[in-house]
Nanobody
């Protein structure tokens, strides 16, 4: 069992920046973030694999969000820049055996999530 604990998030004005982090109790998995906006389904956001630290981004966040990981402390970081009101969502840290499977929604572990609110 892998436990994922998110931190960060909060309220920011449009155009601003926020950072999230996710500490895993143990992980050689691909890790990433899904998000769920009010009244919408959870959607893939960003992911990073374990071995080569290959990253992949949803089109909606590409160029604005950056994911990175520190293997030494099993922590993944998400830097979010140029935030938009449509980025407002509950952000969930996730882990999956493979990055490609994560993108397709095959998630083995979910964190409890953290709220990100972007005001216009």
């Amino acid at each position: 069992q892998v436990q994922l604990v998110e931190s960060g998030g909060g309220l920011v004005q449009a155009g601003g920046s926020l950072s999230l982090s996710c500490a895993a109790s143990y992980s050689i998995y691909a890790m990433g973030w899904f998000r769920q906006a009010p009244g919408k389904e959870r959607d893939f956001g960003v992911a990073i694999d374990y071995e080569r630290e290959k990253t992949t981004y949803a089109d909606a966040v590409k160029g604005r969000f950056t994911i990175s990981r520190n293997k030494a402390n099993n922590t993944v970081y998400l830097q979010m820049n140029a935030l938009r009101p449509e980025d407002t969502a509950f952000y969930y840290c996730v882990a999956s055996p493979q990055l490609a499977r994560m993108v397709k929604g095959d998630i083995h572990y979910w964190g409890k999530g953290t709220q990100v609110t972007v005001s216009s």
